[in-house]
């Protein structure tokens, strides 16, 4: 239960394309919601989290839309560019305890 | 502000042998993490330290791992004796806060037991 899925475990998109990558949750206490973006050799760097009483959130080319319903969400990267290219985690917490995060997505974005 | 120190960036040990990483976070975060991260995989908590005591250490495989947190400050993560299947990227990490605040992660040490 306090497993986050994520998928998928690769994704390639031409620049220019939008990248999704989708987490889904079973529990249901969980109420922070982050992703980091981690690029080789350096560690995880927060992109951008987002709260279960909003449905969307968007900075830039990056947005959390979320589905407390379904227990989903998902990041959405508008006009992936090369510079994108890193892996992906979604993340969830439960007030008091820890993240827990999801096994993480690798983009790939060509030229 | 600097970011969270860690060294060395990378370690080869051979099995059975000790090992120890060293982090420094973020002036001021009280909250301190140790993750270790396989290849492939999401980070996965170790330990968690608030100031020097320890908060969450059920992950910590304590009949080989080990870590201290000196004066609220920076801490150390031993290993001893190494197992293959030890072989990751330590992650430290710190927040200034228990819950809802970023991690700030350093950049890792890679170790590889042969």
């Known amino acids: 239960q306090q497993q986050v899925k994520q998928s998928p475990q690769s994704l390639i998109v031409q620049k220019g394309g939008i990248s999704i990558i989708n987490c889904a949750y079973e529990?249901?206490?969980?109420?922070?919601f982050p992703w980091y973006q981690q690029f080789p050799g350096k560690g995880p760097a927060l992109l951008i989290a987002?709260?279960?009483?909003?449905s969307e959130k968007k900075e830039g080319r990056f947005t959390i839309s979320f589905n407390k319903s379904a227990k989903q969400f998902s990041l959405h990267i508008m006009d992936s560019q090369p510079g994108d290219s890193a892996t992906y985690f979604c993340?969830?917490?439960?007030?008091?305890?820890?993240?827990?995060f999801g096994p993480g997505t690798r983009l790939s974005v060509l030229p | 502000e600097a970011g969270v120190a860690q060294s060395p960036r990378y370690k080869i040990i051979e099995k059975r042998q000790s090992v120890a990483f060293w982090c420094n976070p973020i002036?001021?975060?009280?909250?301190l993490y140790w993750y270790q991260q396989i290849l492939g995989q999401g980070p996965k908590l170790l330990i968690q330290?608030?100031?020097?005591?320890?908060?969450?250490d059920s992950q910590l495989p304590k009949d080989r791992f080990s870590a201290e947190r000196l004066k609220g400050v920076d801490s150390t993560l031993k290993i001893q004796p190494a197992k293959l299947e030890d072989s990751a990227v330590y992650l430290c990490?710190?927040?200034?806060?228990?819950?809802?605040?970023?991690?700030?992660f350093g950049n890792g040490t890679r170790l590889t037991v042969t």
């Open positions: 990490a710190s927040s200034s806060q228990v819950s809802r605040s970023p991690l700030h």
């Open positions: 529990n249901t206490a969980f109420d922070y």
């Open positions: 987002i709260r279960p009483d909003v």
């Open positions: 993340a969830a917490l439960v007030y008091g305890q820890n993240f827990v």
């Open positions: 002036s001021g975060h009280a909250t």
């Open positions: 330290f608030q100031n020097n005591g320890v908060v969450d």
